[in-house]
């Protein structure tokens, strides 16, 4: 298991920053998931890790070495990229082994890895066939046993899920979580996909912009965003962010404890049935859940109510939620404690 460590890193684009001196930390044998929309440096993170970007500044740490300088093949580390990069002329086997035989690994090393590699992934039955032969799923496998075979305890995933349909992914991103966890690796995955992130990470990097918004567990970016950012990005349907004016939820008499310029609150956490006044703007029913926007003085509130309830647009409802649900943000997105 390797740790990894940048410090200061930035990285600049011709006078645009597309990474703003980030400091990061991650631990041995985790499942560290870069996420934040397009354009925000998460794969330009990745790719200064491997060594496929230099930095213009900063240092990259691999298992306490710095690697800064070092080329990708120096540095003990593995990529699956989101196209998979199959050979199409050559087998399965052939692809698995073909960076074994570029660094002239033994034949019979070679041979024992592949079977061991094949057996871990259940690919023993597809050696021979080619990638054009095999589902997404399959392709996908074939792109992680070519960078499990290296034995490198550093892997780096480039949304290498992006390109399967959704029950594909929701199995592949079981599977990949179990195979690090058995195998103690040090994981490095990029994506957009919040419910990715959410639910195969130890450690959630959130980035906006170059900058890092949020470093933490999934449980406590979900539960204490640091900002409004974060607030929005995680969540489904996002976290209602409602204007306070004079303590009050902004054109309503709805009073707020708690000093700041934002609050916010999750759809989940309110409830229908309360004292705060509300007229339901629009619905979404999908299934389970019954989506609604109520509108509560000058601002939207959106409910996660459960799918069986009967309401149409125009209905007035009473809302509520616990104060614990409150989040409190000032005037430039930042939490309140």
């Given at each position: ?110 041979a024992q890895r592949l079977k061991s590699t094949a057996e871990l992934l259940g690919l023993q039955n597809l050696l021979e066939r080619k990638p054009s032969q095999l589902s997404g799923g ?80 999934p449980r406590l970016l979900y539960s204490s965003p640091a900002t409004t950012f974060a607030a929005r990005f995680i969540g489904t349907p996002a976290m209602n962010l409602l204007r306070l ?86 005037s430039q997105g930042n939490r309140v404690n």
């Amino acid at each position: 298991m390797s740790s990894i460590q940048l410090v200061a890193v930035s990285k600049d684009w011709g006078g645009a920053k597309a990474l703003e001196a980030i400091n990061l930390t991650i631990e041995p044998g985790s499942f560290c998931v870069l996420l934040g929309p397009s354009g925000c440096g998460k794969s330009t993170t990745l790719r200064i890790i491997a060594g496929l970007e230099s930095a213009s500044a900063g240092q990259v740490f691999v298992d306490g070495r710095d690697v800064t300088n070092e080329p990708p093949a120096q540095r003990g580390i593995a990529m699956v990229f989101q196209n998979y990069a199959l050979f199409p002329h050559l087998s399965v086997a052939d692809n698995i082994t073909f960076g074994l035989s570029v660094r002239k690994v033994e034949a019979t090393e070679a041979a024992q890895r592949l079977k061991s590699t094949a057996e871990l992934l259940g690919l023993q039955n597809l050696l021979e066939r080619k990638p054009s032969q095999l589902s997404g799923g399959q392709q996908q496998r074939v792109a992680l046993g070519r960078a499990l075979v290296a034995q490198a305890k550093v892997c780096l995933m480039d949304e290498p899920l992006s390109n399967l349909d959704a029950q594909l992914r929701q199995d592949m991103r079981r599977e990949l979580r179990e195979l690090q966890q058995r195998l103690g690796l040090t994981v490095v995955y990029v994506t957009h996909d919040q419910t990715e992130a959410m639910s195969m990470a130890d450690q959630v990097v959130l980035l906006n912009k170059g900058r890092i918004e949020q470093n933490a567990a999934p449980r406590l970016l979900y539960s204490s965003p640091a900002t409004t950012f974060a607030a929005r990005f995680i969540g489904t349907p996002a976290m209602n962010l409602l204007r306070l004016q004079d303590g009050h939820i902004a054109g309503s008499q709805v009073a707020v404890l708690r000093a700041g310029a934002l609050l916010g609150i999750r759809p989940e956490s309110v409830t229908l049935g309360g004292q705060i006044p509300a007229t339901v703007q629009s619905l979404e029913y999908l299934g389970a859940d019954l989506v609604l926007r109520c509108a509560v003085g000058t601002e939207v509130v959106t409910v996660r109510a459960d799918g069986q309830c009967d309401l149409v647009a125009g209905a007035s409802v009473g809302l509520q939620w616990p104060a614990q649900a409150e989040h409190i943000f000032d005037s430039q997105g930042n939490r309140v404690n």
